[in-house]
């Protein structure tokens, strides 16, 4: 498994932007489908944005997956090593939760459910006020 931590949550006021960080090491794999995904007290931890990435390098590949609700507003991304971002822009209430990274060995991403995935950073906690 590969070993994520992530950094960059905070709090912020609706319609400002935040950046969250994800480093990934201890990986032994060169493709992973890489994700971050969100959750609240009560309710499934949900898929915010999910790609296909080359850790160790500047490569991506196939298609990038947005959940409906952060489409244009949000984006994914990696450096040319193996650090993972995710760059949050004009952020609302509902986007307050707990941001996890997520990493599953696979040259393609086939899905973007929690289930998908098998190595987790800790969480960073975004909050967003009104």
């Known amino acids: 498994q590969v070993q994520l931590v992530e950094s960059g949550g905070g709090s912020v006021q609706a319609g400002g932007s935040l950046r969250l960080s994800c480093a990934a090491s201890r990986y032994t794999y060169s493709r992973y489908c890489m994700g971050w995904f969100r959750q609240t007290p009560g309710k499934e931890r949900e898929g915010v944005a999910v790609?296909?990435?080359?850790?160790?390098?500047?490569?991506?590949?196939?298609?990038t997956y947005y959940a409906d609700s952060v489409k244009g507003r949000f984006t994914i991304s990696k450096d040319d090593k193996n650090t993972l971002y995710l760059q949050m822009n004009s952020l609302q209430p509902e986007d307050t939760a707990m941001y996890y990274c997520?990493?599953?060995?696979?040259?393609?991403?086939?899905?973007?459910?929690?289930?998908?995935?098998?190595?987790w950073g800790q969480g960073t906690q975004v909050t967003v006020s009104s």
């Open positions: 790609a296909g990435f080359t850790l160790g390098a500047g490569s991506s590949g196939g298609s």
């Open positions: 997520a990493a599953a060995r696979r040259a393609y991403c086939s899905g973007h459910s929690w289930r998908d995935f098998d190595s």
